[in-house]
């Protein structure tokens, strides 16, 4: 019975990328609608990913755009893909929130032709392709480095995510955890509470950050996932008046981060351009509906710097990566903008 569910999965599987051929070879390309769905609309993060968006439709002169949910919530971001998939769009590009959430939902896209492209979805079975501006636990790798630095290669530390079901946050601090174990043996993970979710919002990892920093005095750092880690424990920290004692990196946006940058708060953040995976998930898409899914394949090129050579990050992956991380402290925030 096994075996005969997997061939019908397999079966529907193909006839949804048939489809989608279809779909694309009559269908006039200035009809195309391409719809990135990102956690929600409002952070810097996706405000500066609608930028790149909004520069591929103005490139391309197709029907590109950005519509995301009011609020982090997984059951509003399944609302909006059923949305745009009652809206007859051609393409959907998703960040989840919650993988799992959007397995039923992105599955039926695909089953009516829509060609299905996720970012940070390293989990996600229903897309065509997982595109990420790097391979996940080397940019955990690379934050352990910076938050090493920082601390001097020494004391106690704990990890910060979005939420504990979030595939790549996870993954960035495994790969974190480990660089630590093989590199840094005077560092410790904080046993009591070695991964603390923060909800992706800055009051919430304030609070949270605050509430480690009283209840573990023996806590010397923290390295964050979410763009509102770094922040929202800086201002922990600075109000505890323990700023530049204690070491915060994390990823997150230049302007966001920069007043605790240059106030010696957070020691670095680290990040990929979120206007160029946005630029990037519609190129994806179009080559998608211009060409099959048979264009996936290494070597393949979207247009952007550090995206321009993807690779399958292992074989039979659904998952593509680039080489777009970026590096930001007090030297060189100055330099960028968003």
């Known amino acids: 019975m096994k075996k005969y569910l997997a061939i019908l999965t397999s079966i529907f599987m193909v006839m949804a990328l048939m489809t989608v051929a279809t779909a694309a070879s009559v269908k006039p390309e200035e009809e195309w609608k391409i719809v990135v769905v990102p956690k929600e609309d409002l952070s810097p993060w996706f405000v500066r990913m609608k930028v790149g968006v909004d520069a591929y439709a103005a490139e391309t002169g197709l029907n590109a755009y950005q519509k995301g949910p009011a609020a982090i919530d997984a059951a509003m971001q399944v609302q909006v893909v059923q949305d745009m998939i009652a809206q007859g769009v051609d393409a959907i590009c998703v960040v989840p929130i919650d993988p799992a959430a959007l397995e039923p939902i992105l599955a039926d896209a695909m089953e009516k032709g829509i060609v299905v492209v996720t970012h940070e979805g390293s989990t996600q079975e229903n897309t065509m392709v997982n595109i990420e501006a790097f391979v996940n636990r080397d940019f955990g790798g690379f934050l352990m480095d910076n938050l090493a630095k920082a601390m001097g290669e020494t004391g106690t530390y704990t990890t910060m995510v979005g939420f504990l079901t979030?595939?790549?946050?996870?993954?960035?601090?495994?790969?974190?955890?480990?660089?630590?174990?093989?590199?840094?043996?005077?560092?410790?993970?904080?046993?009591?509470?070695?991964?603390?979710?923060?909800?992706?919002?800055?009051?919430?990892?304030?609070?949270?950050?605050?509430?480690?920093?009283?209840?573990?005095?023996?806590?010397?750092?923290?390295?964050?996932?979410?763009?509102?880690?770094?922040?929202?424990?800086?201002?922990?920290?600075?109000?505890?008046?323990?700023?530049?004692?204690?070491?915060?990196?994390?990823?997150?946006?230049?302007?966001?981060?920069?007043?605790?940058?240059?106030?010696?708060?957070?020691?670095?953040?680290?990040?990929?351009?979120?206007?160029?995976?946005?630029?990037?998930?519609?190129?994806?898409?179009?080559?998608?509906?211009?060409?099959?899914?048979?264009?996936?394949?290494?070597?393949?090129?979207?247009?952007?710097?550090?995206?321009?050579?993807?690779?399958?990050?292992?074989?039979?992956?659904?998952?593509?990566?680039?080489?777009?991380?970026?590096?930001?402290?007090a030297s060189n925030v100055g330099d960028y903008d968003f």
Request: hydrophobic residues 40%; contains cysteine.
């Open 166 to 329: 979030n595939a790549s946050h996870n993954e960035w601090m495994d790969g974190a955890i480990a660089r630590q174990q093989e590199l840094y043996p005077n560092m410790t993970l904080l046993g009591a509470n070695p991964r603390v979710e923060s909800e992706d919002n800055r009051d919430t990892a304030y609070q949270r950050a605050k509430e480690l920093f009283k209840m573990y005095p023996e806590l010397d750092g923290i390295v964050g996932s979410a763009s509102t880690d770094a922040p929202g424990s800086g201002r922990a920290a600075e109000e505890l008046g323990i700023a530049g004692e204690f070491k915060i990196v994390g990823t997150g946006t230049p302007n966001e981060n920069r007043p605790y940058l240059e106030g010696n708060i957070v020691s670095a953040i680290a990040l990929w351009d979120p206007a160029a995976a946005g630029y990037a998930m519609c190129e994806m898409a179009v080559q998608i509906l211009r060409n099959g899914v048979d264009i996936v394949a290494d070597g393949i090129d979207l247009n952007q710097p550090g995206w321009d050579n993807m690779q399958f990050e292992a074989p039979g992956s659904k998952t593509m990566v680039g080489a777009g991380w970026i590096a930001i402290d």
